[in-house]
C-alpha cells in the first residue's frame, strides 16, 4: 500500500472519529461550494481584522526610526547608545509579560482582551508625542512592551484553531501581509505627519506619535465590536456564525489534527510543551528570522539616510517600495506551501533569498544597487515570519502544547528583535553597519542549520510512524492516532 493511501485511511478515520463527538452534525449538512462560503467569511472577518490591528501594532513599535529621522534624537538628546537602549527596552518587558497572554486570552476572550490591550498601547502612543526627555520616552517604551506582549501570541494562536494545518501557511501570510503594508507606508505616513511640525507648537515628530496612537484607539473600539472567539467558545461573536456553522468547523478541524476540544489548564500540562526539543528548535528560527525583520525596522531609514546618500523625506518614502514587493512575494511564498505541504523548505528558500540581498546591500559600490538588495533581504526576512508559524503550527499537536509553542516563539521573536536594536550600531555607520550585516548573515545560515536538523528528525519519525512503530504527538489523553509531521 502506498504511503498516500495510508495517509488517505487514517484521515478517514480521524473524521469517523469526530462524528461521534459531534453527532448533531451531519456529513452532507454542507456541500463544497457552502463550506467555501463559511471558510471566506472566516477569512474577511477574523484574519483581515487581526492583520489591521497587528499592521497598527507594528507601526506603533517601529515609527522610532521615523522620528528619529524627523528630529526625535536631536531634542531628547539621544546620544552614544541612547537610541539602541530605547529600542530594545520595549523587549525587556514585552518577553516577560507573553507567556501568559495565551492562558489570559482563552479565560478572557479574544473580543475583550485584544481590544483592551490595543487601547491601552495606543494611549501610550500619544504619551510618546509628549515626552519632554529621554528617561520619560524610555518608561513610555516599557510600558508598550506590556501592553503589546499579548497580541501577536494571541493572535497567532486564535488563527490556528479556526484552521487546518495546510490552511495556516497563506493565512500567516495574509496576517503579516498586512503588517508589510504598515511597514511600507509608515515611513510615507510619517513624512506627512513631519509637515506638522510646529502645529499646536510640537515638533512633527512629536505628531507622528500622537496621530498614530489615536488611529491605534479608534482601531480598538472597532476591534471591540468585530473581533470573533474561539470556534469551541460559548462565547458569543456578533454577527457571525451560527451554531451549526461553527460546529461544522470544528468538525474539520478535528479531523485535520484531533485536537478541537481543550483539557482543563493545568501549568503542568501547559509547561509540559517544553520538554520537547524541537518546540526550542522553533523559537530559534524565530529568533533568526526576527532579528533581521527587526533590525530593518529599526534602521532601514538610517541606512537610507546616512550610509547610502539620500534626504530624509526621500530615506522615509523609499521605505515602502521594498516592504511592497516583500508582501507580494511572502503571499506567494505562503500559497506555495500551502498547495505542496511544505514549510522547511520555504524557510530555506527565504533564507538564501536574504544572503543574496545582504551582502549586495553592504558591499556594493553604487548606492542604486545596495538598495535593490534591501528588496532581497526585506523579501526573504519578512517572509520567514509566517513561514516559520506554519512550520511549528503544523508539527504540533494539542491545545495547551500549542499554546506554549506560540508564546515561546514569540519570546524567541522578541529577543531577536533585542539583537535586531543591537547589531546596526551608531558607531558602524560610517562603515556602512558591516558588523551588523555579518550577524544578519549569521542568523541566515543558521536557521537553515535549524530546519535541516529538524526535518531529518521529522523524516526519521514519519518513517517509525508508517511503521508502526510509535504515534506522534500523542502528550494528550485523548490524541488521535495518525498524526504525521511535515516537512
Not at 512575494?329 to 533564507?351: A, C, T, W
Request: aromatic share 14%; net charge neutral.
Amino acid at each position: 500500500m502506498s504511503h498516500d493511501q495510508e495517509k488517505a485511511e487514517i484521515e478517514f478515520g480521524q473524521l469517523e472519529g469526530a462524528k461521534s463527538q459531534y453527532s448533531d452534525v451531519v456529513d452532507d449538512e454542507f456541500d463544497e461550494q457552502e463550506g467555501k462560503k463559511i471558510i471566506r467569511r472566516i477569512d474577511r472577518r477574523l484574519v483581515t481584522l487581526v492583520g489591521v490591528l497587528y499592521c497598527i501594532s507594528l507601526m506603533d513599535r517601529t515609527n522610532l526610526s521615523a522620528a528619529a529621522v524627523a528630529g526625535m534624537n536631536t531634542e531628547l538628546k539621544l546620544i552614544d547608545d541612547r537610541y539602541s537602549i530605547v529600542t530594545l527596552v520595549f523587549f525587556v518587558t514585552y518577553i516577560v509579560f507573553q507567556p501568559p497572554s495565551t492562558v489570559l486570552i482563552r479565560k478572557v476572550g479574544p473580543r475583550i482582551f485584544l481590544s483592551t490591550i490595543t487601547l491601552a498601547w495606543g494611549a501610550v502612543m500619544i504619551g510618546f508625542g509628549f515626552s519632554p526627555s529621554y528617561q520619560v520616552l524610555l518608561a513610555l517604551r516599557l510600558v508598550l512592551g506590556i501592553f503589546e506582549a499579548g497580541y501577536f501570541p494571541g493572535c497567532v494562536y486564535l488563527l490556528s484553531t479556526w484552521f487546518t494545518r495546510y490552511e495556516m501557511g497563506r493565512r500567516y501570510a495574509v496576517f503579516y501581509l498586512v503588517g508589510c503594508f504598515a511597514s511600507a507606508c509608515s515611513g510615507i505616513l510619517a513624512f506627512g505627519l513631519m509637515q506638522m511640525d510646529g502645529l499646536a507648537g510640537l515638533s512633527g515628530w512629536r505628531w507622528i506619535f500622537i496621530i498614530e496612537g489615536v488611529l491605534t484607539c479608534l482601531l480598538a473600539s472597532l476591534g471591540y465590536w468585530l473581533l470573533v472567539d474561539f470556534p469551541d467558545s460559548k462565547r458569543k461573536s456578533w454577527n457571525f456564525l451560527n451554531d451549526r456553522e461553527r460546529a461544522w468547523v470544528i468538525r474539520r478541524v478535528n479531523a485535520d489534527r484531533g485536537d478541537v476540544e481543550i483539557p482543563k489548564f493545568e501549568l503542568s500540562r501547559f509547561l509540559r510543551g517544553g520538554m520537547d526539543l524541537r518546540v526550542w528548535g522553533y523559537g530559534l528560527i524565530a529568533f533568526c528570522s526576527n532579528t533581521l525583520t527587526y533590525s530593518l525596522a529599526y534602521f532601514l531609514p538610517l541606512i537610507l539616510y546616512t550610509n547610502l546618500g539620500f534626504s530624509r523625506g526621500v530615506s522615509l518614502c523609499l521605505v515602502a517600495p521594498p516592504y511592497a514587493f516583500a508582501a507580494i512575494y511572502m503571499y506567494i511564498m505562503g500559497s506555495l506551501g500551502d498547495r505542496y505541504h511544505l514549510r522547511g523548505p520555504i524557510i530555506i528558500g527565504n533564507m538564501v533569498i536574504a544572503l543574496i540581498g545582504l551582502p549586495i546591500l553592504g558591499w556594493h559600490t553604487s548606492n542604486g544597487v545596495r538598495y535593490f538588495g534591501s528588496f532581497l533581504v526585506t523579501a526573504g526576512a519578512t517572509g520567514n515570519i509566517p513561514g516559520s508559524l506554519a512550520y511549528q503550527a503544523n508539527n504540533i499537536r494539542g491545545q495547551w502544547k500549542r499554546a506554549f509553542t506560540s508564546a515561546l516563539w514569540v519570546v524567541f521573536a522578541s529577543i531577536g528583535g533585542i539583537a535586531g536594536s543591537l547589531v546596526f550600531r551608531s558607531q558602524d555607520a560610517a562603515t556602512g553597519y558591516k558588523p551588523g550585516l555579518w550577524a544578519c548573515i549569521a542568523c541566515c545560515l543558521f536557521a537553515i542549520i535549524l530546519v535541516l536538523l529538524l526535518d531529518f528528525s521529522f523524516y526519521l519519525d514519519n518513517k517509525k510512524a508508517d511503521r508502526g512503530e510509535k504515534e506522534l504527538e500523542t502528550q494528550d489523553d485523548d490524541a488521535q492516532p495518525g498524526f504525521r509531521y511535515t516537512y
